[in-house]
């Protein structure tokens, strides 16, 4: 499993339009809506050693069962709120109550000490195409109201290789680079390519495409 | 948010099959057997943690408490004999057929890749090196003289994987900002009494330096508890509490239910040094 974000400021709320024009020839359908959420979190401890980062980001992906991801320097942790999520042996060794909140309600409400909430950059209602090669999410962003430009996230199912992979990504970019002007910015990495975790690698890949 | 309400008390050893026949008749299901392990994490000590959030509001600092289940076919690879008498052998400071490398993989992530693939498979059908956790915060019991049971809001979440470069949940939690503070392992049985009503007889350790050290040395806890889901429904808590109530009477004279100290269930960290 492959994924990689691009993000581009310089877009303008019809670019979607005109990127789904652009790719409508190599569809192969057209799936549901989705939304994320990015926030940023600011440690507020003084008393840090020199150089060492303050900032926490919550992505939360409503297409991928409400789930969040919590990236903080290379850790991450995924969480969800969903009940029916939770694991049979949780609940049956008395460890959950069954009763849940998002991460972003237990930092807000128990641990606003540490953290303060910075940024809240939001892509909603954003449409999924589907082409032969890849699953193509594209929506546009906005903060508190502002339009801040488009994002789009390129995923493939297929166990491919990373050159192939690669390829298909260079194919959109080229339709990108004609619809677009100016630089946008992309990220394919993973967290830990040695042990790939499809959504920890796309919530790394937001962080590095959204965090300026 | 959700609200606990519950009641607690202790019998000694003796009595244990005893209680257990007698609440067995009394609910009609014989009891579950269940185990746990719980890490109390804690603000870094280190950090200069202010008291007040940007909005100027007075926050405590509480503890996070980490908590999932022991895979129990360690303990009892038989699942037929896996009923309450599996506690009976629990009444020393050793925990019997636990190896307790197990818990520290858990936390920190194993370093072996073999050994975390054997981890997931034994927990029904994990891929490879799942994390599943539950994370919550309680707040101190509601206080006032009139409470007839103790009621407790606690703000919970799953955790479902870690990733990163050191794929853990304390390398996590040390991110944001929380250390170890100790380690608790729960066995019980579990009886699912009506209205909602859960009654827990368990025996606890405190883990120290891959020792096991008994709480319980003697006795079990008891403890008689309802979950509400949203605290702001009231008809919930007022039936939740009739339940309790209920239960109390029927087993007053034989086991006395009472309401714990709302000291001793704080988690904030300023408290310990009261108890």
Known sequence: MHSTVIFSEKATPASITEFHDILSNDLVSIKEKWSFEFKTYRLTVKNLPQGSSKLMHVITFTNRDNQSVIIKNNSAIVTSPATEGVQPSLTLNGCSAGTLDTFDNLLASKLSNLWTQRQNIKGDFGSTFKTTELTVRATNVFSYGGFKGLLIELECEDDVSDGEFEQRVMKIRHLLDDMLTGEYRVCSASMDPKNRNLICDLAFQYVKVLEV | ?275
């Open chain 2, 1 to 275: 948010m959700m609200l606990q309400l519950s009641l607690v008390s202790s019998i000694d050893d003796a009595s244990y099959d005893l209680f257990v026949s007698t609440l067995s008749n009394l609910c009609g299901n014989p009891p579950v057997v269940f185990g746990n392990f719980t890490a109390m994490l804690k603000p870094n000590p280190a950090f200069d943690i202010e008291q007040v959030n940007s909005k100027n509001q007075l926050v405590e600092q509480s503890r996070i408490k980490l908590c999932r289940g022991l895979p129990l076919q360690e303990v009892e690879a038989d699942n037929a004999k896996r009923d309450f008498r599996l506690l009976k052998k629990y009444q020393n400071d050793e925990v019997q057929g636990l190896d307790l490398q197990i818990i520290q993989d858990m936390l920190h992530g194993s370093r072996d890749l073999d050994e975390m693939e054997v981890d997931g498979g034994s927990n029904k059908g994990g891929s490879g090196a799942q994390d599943v956790w539950s994370l919550s915060i309680s707040d101190i019991p509601t206080a006032g003289s009139g409470r007839k049971v103790s009621t407790q809001a606690i703000t919970e979440t799953t955790v479902l994987a870690s990733g990163g470069s050191s794929p853990s949940i304390v390398s996590f939690l040390s991110e944001l900002g929380y250390v170890l503070d100790f380690q608790l392992l729960v066995l019980g049985i579990k009886f699912n009494m009506n209205n909602g009503v859960f009654l827990e007889l368990s025996k606890i350790w405190r883990l120290n330096d891959g020792r096991t050290e008994q709480i319980t040395k003697g006795g079990f806890l008891v403890k008689a508890f309802v979950n509400v889901a949203k605290s702001t429904d009231i008809k919930s808590i007022n039936s939740g509490t009739t339940s309790l109530l209920a239960l109390q009477k029927e087993l007053s004279g034989y086991v006395e239910l009472e309401i714990p100290d709302r000291k001793s269930m704080d988690s904030r960290l300023e408290n310990k040094n009261d108890i």
